[in-house]
């Protein structure tokens, strides 16, 4: 009898056993040796990544930083620039021009403030919207720190404007002199910039951006803490959270500016394909094993021939051949292992043509993805056609032209308007077409642009087909290394005839008024000696014939000085009338309530009696004080004058309402008023509703009243009722909308 070994002792046992864990043993190595060079691979890839996505992020922000600090350093040599802050109060509009390309729609309105830091000068985008933003940011030329205000995330580029002449021989003439600052503030909280930061990056990374030094740090999208790592110099850095995570990221010095770019990547998304990896390895693994363990149970019985045809067949199949099959008629355990050999073999031959089913998918589906990039480009010749159609239908005269002084192409506009074909116009340099005095500032234009500048708005004269000129107000900008320039042109020529015209009505016109002046002069000193003579010769009379005339005589000597004393008044305020309308506007703030109150103080010592003045709080107007006072002066009076009959005479100064463009005073008595059909008369020269008998005056104050409200861009309008008190409106427009 064959003796029977314990199963623990027997080879069926244990060979399996055996042979499983050697197996199991060497997966476990190749599979941690091939996931760790797989991470080492990953992890460096990763580092790599992230280094290049700060250096690219830091790139983009030292270049916009560049570029904007540059274009402010440019605009602030403007004089435009340095006039409006050595003047506040000139003319704004060039400065707001020369600044307007500063300000992007979207973002902060661009500020220019005086060396004392007030604000002179908001300049919004040409279109769109600005966004609001309280906050400002420190005095200090330069790119300041990242602030937060609220849920805003900005920063602030602040460019000193000084009054340095320009260079004369390579050095300045004087020391500066600091005028103020142009203020520039721009959002950095923005979701659709972090998307497409994340986009570009990858997803799953962290992109941001703060100060090297700590303070605000920004993800484009609101404020993040600063990254526990080294934020002043450039590398590779790994640390843990509070949670344990592992982080991966690069941190970027931005050249020219104070912050710092990091990029961080999470180590589990980093390490995900060798996560993947481990999954389908543990996989694979256990099948080999469960299978090497059938297989060795089965050749446990007959180990040596069978041993050696299954080694060599395992020999075969390991050099790729996976066609190859183990033969064995027999059905024993050796036929039996040999059955299930090939079948594994099937399974391995199946799985390798799923992978080459799988390969042959994926590159179908590249395929797909090159008719799509095809289609892409069709799409883009598309819209290549629709912008030639653009450029062939625009009525404004465009082309391309080259280095050379020639025109590359130009549309059909330029036939239109100046009668040269498209070949004529190619054909020669366009240098040929500039009116004589106009070729060394427009040769001087073209340098600066091949040089890579931008023109806003240049005019020359171009030479028509039939030899006459017409002038062209230019916008070109160049193409970077393409050495071509894009230029955009618009025929000013009426604009220019007309400015001219117009230039030439307003010098007659200043002739005219020396003119007027100089006649105003004539008649006050002409009519004034006469003046002189009637009131001399009638005090003269009255002395020397006292005793001899009678009352009557006397009563008439005495309307002739009153009415000749009333002549002259008319006349010198004829002429301050005059006058007031050619006087220049010394516009500033101007506290009105003191204003007011002074005037009333003044006025009321001259009251025949004491006047109740209710006088309320009123706001600040832009204006010019004297001439304001002047109005003031006029309207107290009359109400002082024309309420002397009443036994309580009641005065009123207040603010009635207005609106958003305008703010209202009135003045209020309750004197004798005047009848509204006659209202329209108040305020001509000479127009009186009572005679001189009852109230004195010449009838000139309240329209001295309407052309200083006028003058400062207001209206003046009245209610009256008879022996009800009259109501004098004047209205201010508020700072930002007066003309």
Request: net charge neutral; charged share 25%.
């Amino acid at each position: 009898m064959r003796s029977q070994l314990p199963l623990w002792r027997s080879l069926r046992m244990r060979l399996p056993l055996l042979m499983s864990g050697l197996i199991a043993v060497v997966l476990v190595v190749v599979f941690w040796a091939i996931n760790r060079q797989i991470e080492t691979t990953l992890l460096r890839d990763g580092r790599d990544r992230a280094q290049a996505a700060a250096d690219q992020i830091g790139a983009m922000l030292a270049q916009s930083a560049a570029r904007g600090t540059n274009e402010s350093r440019r605009l602030a040599r403007d004089p435009a620039v340095r006039r409006y802050l050595s003047d506040p109060s000139t003319e704004a509009a060039p400065t707001r021009d020369v600044l307007t390309p500063l300000a992007v729609a979207g973002q902060p309105s661009v500020e220019l403030r005086t060396a004392e830091g007030v604000r002179v000068l908001e300049i919004g985008p040409a279109r769109g919207v600005a966004a609001a933003l309280d906050a400002t940011v420190p005095l200090r030329p330069g790119l300041s720190a990242i602030q937060l205000s609220g849920e805003t995330v900005f920063y602030g580029l602040v460019t000193e404007v000084d009054d340095t002449p320009p260079p004369i021989g390579g050095q300045r003439e004087a020391a500066t002199r600091r005028l103020g600052y142009i203020v520039i503030r721009r959002t950095l909280t923005a979701v659709q910039t972090a998307d497409t930061l994340n986009r570009l990056v990858g997803n799953g990374a962290l992109v941001a951006v703060g100060h090297q030094t700590g303070g605000i740090w920004t993800n484009f999208s609101k404020a993040i803490p600063p990254p526990p790592i080294d934020r002043t110099r450039n590398g590779i850095l790994e640390y843990r959270t509070a949670t344990g995570d592992r982080r991966l990221g690069a941190v970027s010095m931005v050249a020219g500016t104070p912050w710092a770019a990091w990029i961080e990547f999470p180590f589990d998304r980093i390490l995900a394909p060798a996560r993947a990896m481990q999954r389908r390895m543990v996989a694979i693994g256990l099948v080999a094993i469960a299978l090497a363990a059938v297989l060795v149970s089965m050749i446990s019985a007959r180990i040596t021939t069978p041993l050696h045809d299954l080694t060599a067949a395992t020999v075969t199949i390991a050099s790729g051949e996976y066609a190859h099959r183990v033969h064995a008629a027999r059905r024993d355990e050796i036929g039996q292992l040999a059955g299930a050999f090939n079948a594994m073999t099937e399974r391995v031959e199946a799985a390798q043509q799923d992978l080459e089913s799988r390969v042959r998918e994926r590159t179908a589906s590249l395929s797909e993805a090159g008719a799509a990039l095809q289609e892409r480009v069709a799409e883009l010749n598309l819209a290549r056609a629709e912008l030639d159609r653009f450029f062939s239908l625009s009525l404004d005269l465009l082309c391309i032209a080259g280095a050379d002084g020639r025109f590359r192409r130009v549309n059909p506009a330029w036939q239109e308007m100046l009668g040269w074909s498209p070949e004529e116009l190619t054909s020669m340099p366009y240098m040929a077409l500039v009116h004589p005095d106009d070729r060394v500032r427009t040769a001087t234009e073209g340098a600066a642009l091949a040089a890579g500048g931008t023109t806003v708005r240049f005019e020359n004269r171009y030479r028509a087909k039939d030899g006459s000129y017409r002038w062209l107000s230019w916008k070109s900008a160049s193409a970077g290394n393409l050495g071509l320039i894009y230029a955009a042109a618009r025929d000013v020529t009426e604009e220019k005839r007309t400015t001219e015209a117009l230039a030439s009505s307003v010098s007659e016109l200043n002739v005219i008024n020396d003119e007027l002046e100089s006649f105003s002069y004539s008649v006050s000193h002409d009519l004034r000696a006469p003046l002189r003579h009637i009131v001399g010769f009638a005090a003269l009379l009255e002395q020397s014939a006292d005793e001899r005339m009678l009352d009557d005589d006397r009563r008439y000597l005495r309307t002739i000085t009153k009415s000749a004393t009333h002549m002259g008044r008319l006349i010198d305020d004829l002429l301050s009338f005059s006058r007031m309308g050619r006087a220049a506007l010394n516009q500033r703030t101007v506290n009105l309530d003191a204003l007011v109150r002074e005037v009333a103080l003044e006025v009321g010592r001259d009251a025949p009696r004491d006047v109740t003045w209710n006088l309320h709080p009123l706001p600040n107007v832009h204006g010019d004080p004297s001439l304001l006072r002047l109005a003031f002066v006029n309207l107290l009076s009359n109400a002082v004058k024309y309420s002397s009959s009443r036994p309580r005479p009641e005065i009123e100064v207040n603010v009635d309402g207005g609106g958003p463009d305008e703010t209202v005073v009135y003045v209020r008595d309750n004197g004798v008023g005047f009848d509204m059909a006659y209202a329209d008369k108040l305020f001509g020269v000479f127009q009186r509703l009572h005679s001189s008998d009852e109230f004195e005056g010449t009838g000139i104050g309240l329209a001295n009243v309407r052309r200083i409200i006028h003058r400062h861009g207001g209206r003046v309008w009245a209610d009256g009722i008879v022996d009800g008190g009259a109501t004098f409106y004047m209205s201010f427009p508020k700072r930002g909308t007066q003309p």
